[in-house]
């Protein structure tokens, strides 16, 4: 058994922990039966609240509500659950504007289109359609021409001239629609209106990624043959409900879109959700659907989206460009007397430069990696006077900061460890707000200043403001990470073994439009830049193949894909990188468009140790003109634990990996297929039996095959050594009450008295919040109220408002009680204990011992 551990990624962390999607108080949808009288419902819903929107679709029919007296919800629902019409209900959640990280864009006054683009780095093509092959299919005249893209986002800046300067028939952008207007936070009342224009930014720079022309910056859109429809569920900030968001699928199915994008999401890994149901449905009637796999990738594995958890949606993982469009500014350096030189640095933020200042080093020795990692003695210098030279690697960023801030710091140059180009430091809410600037250099640049100084040199550097220094957009090689799944990325499988993510295209340090009031471009991460690429590819595929079956195309884009090796955000390994982080691989266009083997399914899911599947199949069937010898063989991938030794939570990234994995054979090594003929091949698969079931190893690999034509095709399968049944998802003591006025959600001491509001009273600063965190997902979570005696004993007296939560992530949440039980009514004063209770994966809920449980410290209530 080889065991590798993974060092901790030396580029800046740029995506923070999400927590799972929130739920709107009193907000439900429901869906209605086929045939049935909704009338009785729809009766009841006008006596006790609104309706928020009506989801009277050919393949959803319901209505979204607002009750009005959150003391009653629950009852209500439960009346209008009883009722014939309807079928299944969920809760309203929000989700966020995705966390895609802006490494840096236009100025609308100083910066408006920024300087050209630096002749001498560019490459022959752009990189992210020379990574997936879409330079091949635009050489031979393919652009997705008579295709429609609907984009559900944040709006399109339609009058952009990159992406069509209009909206309307002959344009671009030929239709849309405006869910909720400007002012629209996901908690306040959408004011829809049929102008999808985007004043956020994210849904310009994904629209601009399908189909943008544009020669000022040399590159153009995956498909700038196709059109658009422009579906915006946000405002200028906030979130979007999930009512609004199915709404809004199902408009775009209506409208007739051949493909449905969405770079949404929140952690879930159900396909269970309302939001991923709705998608499945929409593939099932033929409709491409693409949706991103989310930037959680710093959470670990087990961390699938919502949406993209839906049957046959296509969830899309980010890798790495391999050119980074990178905004370069210049400063300038004195030694001594001598005349300035020129130096390039990329600025991070904050970015409040315009100073000239001596360097200060804490250490000449520019082999030590924890430069400044540690306490800075007393006798150093006030360095404030000075900018602070520090070596990258060991510790973070953050720690080195604030080290030097601790003594009077304000101005920080990290310079590179190894030779590589410098990544923007985007890591302000993380370190003392007494640091006024942040610049990175490449390795060179930073050991010529250590050898300056070390010679008794002065070495004064002058870094004028952002918007008056030279600057200049430059393609810099990606040589820590280009090529290789994005560290942001995040991981599969979902809680029921399916392969999420399906497959992946660049989406890491990628150059689009932006909208007109913003600076017209940007260069943004995030999986939701792979995401709307990949269905630009997805267009190229339906005009060249002809058909628009989202399984045939997904099929042929997943045997067609390239595996990549694992990279740990800044060190490549010697194998490839799981399954569970990047499906399939990265989309080969030219190859799937052409191909003429069909390997199906897209992968293979042999399940966990309990409900082990010890064998799969797959078909091959050759559709060319002439036979074909094929030789099947199979690559293991790294085997990635879920768990670390005696650990219940799960692993961050890039946590621990394992050379062992499963031993695959197959009923047939080699075939003979004539034109037209078909083989079916068993896989049977023997679990890696050096490895600790404990720690919960998710195995995977590829089955490759090779034909005499050329065909080179690659399978993905997983499976996990390990019960998930058997696992802890909740450990006793980790439940805790906090103060809804304590942003930070710390846990109060035993016996806090609560003197929270009477009952119908709006203000929620004084209520108790129960907090939990999940180790593994759950199909069901109660909360259950205990009255605590004086002798200590309790007393069972019910769930508390808003209990049960069907299909939870992972991810830590809370729940804000303001004293009433699942039925309306509302506990007396007195001493109380909370008890989160979860049900472990494929448990029975009948079943006692498949609960986990979960007790708060006793707290008490009054009511003010």
């Known amino acids: 058994m080889v065991r590798l551990r993974a060092a901790v990624p030396l580029l800046a962390a740029v995506f923070g922990v999400i927590v799972s999607a929130k739920v709107v108080p009193g907000a439900f949808i429901f869906e209605f039966e086929d045939d049935q009288d909704t009338a009785p419902a729809l009766d009841t819903v006008r006596k006790n609240g609104d309706v928020r929107m009506d989801l009277d679709f050919e393949l959803f029919r319901g209505i979204s509500v607002q009750l009005h007296d959150l003391e009653k919800a629950n009852n209500i629902v439960d009346e209008l659950a009883a009722l014939p019409s309807i079928k299944r209900w969920w809760p309203v959640t929000l989700h966020n504007i995705p966390d895609a990280h802006v490494h840096w864009a236009g100025n609308p006054d100083r910066e408006k289109i920024l300087q050209a683009r630096d002749n001498s780095t560019l490459t022959n093509t752009f990189s992210p359609h020379f990574m997936t092959q879409i330079d091949k299919l635009h050489a031979k005249g393919h652009t997705g021409e008579g295709v429609h893209v609907a984009v559900i986002d944040t709006g399109i800046d339609y009058k952009h001239p ?17 869910f909720v207007g400007d002012k629209f936070d996901g908690k306040n009342t959408p004011i829809p209106d049929d102008d999808p224009m985007d004043c956020q930014g994210h849904g310009s720079h994904v629209a601009g990624i399908i189909a943008a022309t544009d020669e000022k910056f040399g590159f153009t859109g995956g498909a700038p043959g196709v059109t658009l429809g422009a579906y ?47 998608a499945s449905r929409i593939v099932a009637k033929g409709v491409i659907v693409t949706i991103s796999a989310g930037n959680e990738g710093s959470q670990g594995i087990f961390y699938a989206s919502s949406g993209s958890s839906g049957e046959g949606v296509a969830a899309i993982a980010s890798y790495d460009n391999m050119h980074m469009p990178t905004l370069v500014y210049y400063g300038n350096a004195t030694v001594g007397a001598d005349k300035p030189q020129e130096f390039p640095y990329v600025l991070g933020n904050p970015d409040k430069f315009d100073i000239t200042l001596p360097l200060w080093v804490d250490t000449f020795d520019t082999s030590v990696a924890a430069d400044l990692c540690s306490s800075l003695p007393d006798d150093t210098p006030d ?60 390795k060179k640049t930073g050991q010529d200043w250590v050898q300056q100084l070390e010679a008794g040199s002065k070495v004064t550097v002058a870094l004028g403001s952002r918007l008056d220094t030279k600057r200049i957009v430059k393609d810099l090689n990606n040589t820590a990470s280009g090529g290789a799944v994005s560290a942001f990325s995040s991981w599969g499988p979902t809680w029921t073994m399916d392969v999420k993510p399906q497959f992946g295209a660049p989406g890491g340090h990628i150059l689009s439009t932006y909208p007109r009031a913003k600076g017209s471009y940007a260069v943004i991460s995030g999986t939701s830049m792979a995401c709307p690429l990949t269905a630009a590819v997805y267009a190229l595929l339906v005009e060249v193949r002809g058909t628009r079956d989202p399984m045939l195309l997904q099929k042929l884009l997943s045997a067609n894909s390239k595996p990549q090796v694992f990279n740990d955000g800044a060190l490549f390994y010697d194998r490839l990188a799981p399954v569970a982080q990047q499906g399939a691989g990265l989309i080969q266009a030219h190859d799937a468009a052409f191909a003429t083997t069909l390997l199906e399914p897209s992968s293979l899911s042999f399940n966990e140790t309990t409900y082990f599947a010890p064998s799969k199949n797959f078909t091959l069937t050759n559709y060319g003109d002439s036979k074909v010898a094929y030789e099947i063989s199979y690559v293991p991938t790294l085997t990635a634990t879920a768990l670390k030794p005696n650990a219940k939570n799960v692993t961050v990234f890039p946590g621990e ?52 034509d050329g065909t080179s095709l690659s399978l993905p399968y997983q499976g996990l050594v390990g019960s998930l049944r058997n696992h802890t998802v909740l450990s006793p003591g980790t439940a805790y009450i906090a103060g809804a006025n304590d942003k930070h959600r710390r846990p109060v001491a035993a016996n806090a008295v609560f003197n929270i509001p009477r009952p119908g009273s709006t203000n929620y600063a004084a209520l108790p919040v129960v907090v939990y965190a999940p180790h593994l997902g759950s199909r069901l ?36 009680w303001d004293g009433r039980l699942s039925d309306g009514m509302y506990v007396r004063e007195g001493t109380y204990r909370i008890i989160v209770r979860m049900l472990r994966l494929y448990g029975d809920e009948k079943d006692a011992t498949a609960w986990d449980e979960s007790e708060t410290l006793p707290f008490v209530i009054k009511y003010a």
């Open 162 to 178: 990159s992406l069509g300067g209009c909206f309307g028939k002959g344009c671009l952008v030929t239709n849309g629609f405006d």
């Open 232 to 278: 915006r569920v946000f405002g200028c900030a906030g979130s979007v409900s999930s009512d609004v968001i199915i709404a809004a699928i199902n408009r775009a199915y209506l409208d007739e879109a051949d493909i449905i994008t969405m770079s949404i999401g929140s952690p879930n890994g159900w396909k269970q959700n309302a939001w991923a149901v709705t």
């Open 383 to 442: 360095l404030s006077k000075y900018i602070v030279l520090i070596r990258r690697g060991t510790c973070s960023f953050k720690e080195k900061i604030s080290n030097a801030a601790a003594k009077g710091a304000h101005y920080v140059m990290f310079y590179n460890s190894v030779d590589a180009h410098p990544t923007q430091l985007n890591i302000k809410k993380d370190i003392p707000g007494s640091v006024k600037g942040i610049g990175f250099v490449d």
């Open 657 to 708: 990996f394992y050379t062992d994995s499963a031993a695959i054979r197959f009923s047939e090594s080699k075939v003979t297929l004539a034109k037209g003929e078909k083989v079916i091949v068993e896989v049977l698969a023997t679990p890696p039996k050096t490895l600790d079931a404990s720690l919960l190893p998710v195995w995977s690999g590829y089955v490759r095959i090779n034909g005499t």
């Open 781 to 816: 979570l109660q909360l259950r109220v205990a009255r605590v005696s004086k002798r200590g004993t309790h007393e069972l007296i019910g769930q508390i408002k808003g209990s049960p939560v069907e299909y939870v992530s992972r991810a830590r949440d809370s729940l804000t």
